[in-house]
């Protein structure tokens, strides 16, 4: 039996779903693929189909880490999140290859060294191929480069009993409008999206379910209250179960529309038609589209400031002035 370990501990729920497609191509050479991950991304993961086992990595005793891991035997492992920490663990682990980044003070760890498209101009290639170049370096790759994500039987029961506790049924639309960002800002525009979600009401005529992170509870709660009350009705239900339960009510939506964000990904992986939003000119829609077989993407148009980021932005003028027939019209060419 051979097994490798894919090292993914880092970045947001985004990151780690599309780091899993590197594990399907793994599995070409070896039986077992493991991953390294965040806690916060351990029930996202136990859920990919290309993943045997889920080991996580609090950031706590990194000699406990390294005992655990060893214990393994793993004949290769893959670091797609490099950092100081996740470079030292497979070398004191004694896994004999190693596959990571080139171009870091810490590169010399990795037996292989894989130099990051991204870093050298490539702004058009998916995040999913750009990770693919990891596998590669280990003659492993696949041609099915999307994502995966299996809801359990349990997270089914819990969407479903949010629906029946919500009163809507199967066909909503699910639009989620925050990213990471988003409750960490005074304020967060929300005009935009009342809009968007009155225009998806009137072009649609089923219910929309505003979806959220437990942070983002506060934000979805005054947009939902913004809504005309005529109409499908709107209902809140950021907060109100995991990553998993997501996953299935994305299964029985009609389609997704939100911001884009891990959940837009989630959403894609289980085939739900997606709209994914970049409304800032610093995103990269290319690299992160949703995989799906009904996607669309809506790009930047708004003028940022000169030398605005989602993080810095003075104003999210943006996300205050979504541009609503453009995502209809995207949403009319997959739903």
């Known amino acids: 039996m051979t097994s490798a370990l894919l090292s993914c501990a880092g970045g947001g729920l985004g990151d780690a779903l599309v780091a899993s497609v590197v594990a399907r191509a793994l599995h070409q050479r070896f039986d077992t693929v493991d ?30 880490l390294v005992r655990t891991i060893a214990q393994r035997h793993y004949d290769a492992a893959v670091v797609t999140w490099a950092t100081p920490r996740n470079a030292r663990v497979p070398v004191a682990a004694r896994i004999p290859v190693r596959v990571g980044q080139a171009r870091r003070l810490y590169s010399f760890r990795f037996t292989k060294r894989v130099v990051v498209r991204s870093e050298v101009g490539d702004v058009t290639s998916h995040w999913s191929d750009i990770l693919l170049d990891y596998a590669r370096a280990l003659d492993c790759d696949t041609d099915d480069p999307r994502y995966r994500f299996v809801p359990t039987r349990d997270d089914e029961r819990d969407a479903g009993a949010a629906l029946i506790a919500s009163g809507i049924s199967d066909g909503f639309l699910i639009v989620n409008p925050c990213n990471a960002i988003a409750p960490q800002r005074p304020s967060w525009p929300l005009g935009g999206w009342a809009a968007l979600i009155d225009a998806l009401r009137r072009q649609y005529a089923v219910p929309v379910a505003i979806t959220g ?6 934000i979805v ?8 009350p005529d109409g499908p009705a709107v209902v809140s239900l950021a907060g109100k179960f995991g990553i998993g339960a997501f996953g299935a009510l994305a299964q029985r939506a009609r389609a997704f529309v939100g911001i884009t964000t891990g959940s837009m990904h989630v959403a894609a992986a289980v085939d739900c038609p997606t709209v994914g939003i970049f409304p800032f000119q610093t995103d990269f829609p290319d690299r992160w589209a949703p995989l799906s077989p009904a996607s669309a993407v809506v790009r930047p148009s708004y003028p940022c400031h000169r030398g605005d980021t989602k993080e810095r932005c003075r104003d999210y003028a943006c996300v205050a002035g979504l541009d609503v027939t453009r995502i209809l019209a995207a949403a009319q060419t997959i739903a």
Do not use: K, W
């Not at 991950?37 to 406990?64: N, Q, Y």
């Not at 992170?213 to 506060?218: R, T, Y």
């Not at 709660?221 to 005309?228: E, I, N, P, Y």
């Open 35 to 64: 991953a390294l991950a965040l806690p916060a991304h351990a029930d996202l993961l136990a859920r990919v189909p290309d993943i045997d086992r889920v080991i996580e990595d609090d950031g706590g005793s990194e000699a406990e």
């Open 213 to 218: 992170s437990p942070a983002d509870v506060p």
């Open 221 to 228: 709660d005054a947009l939902a209250s913004m809504v005309a």
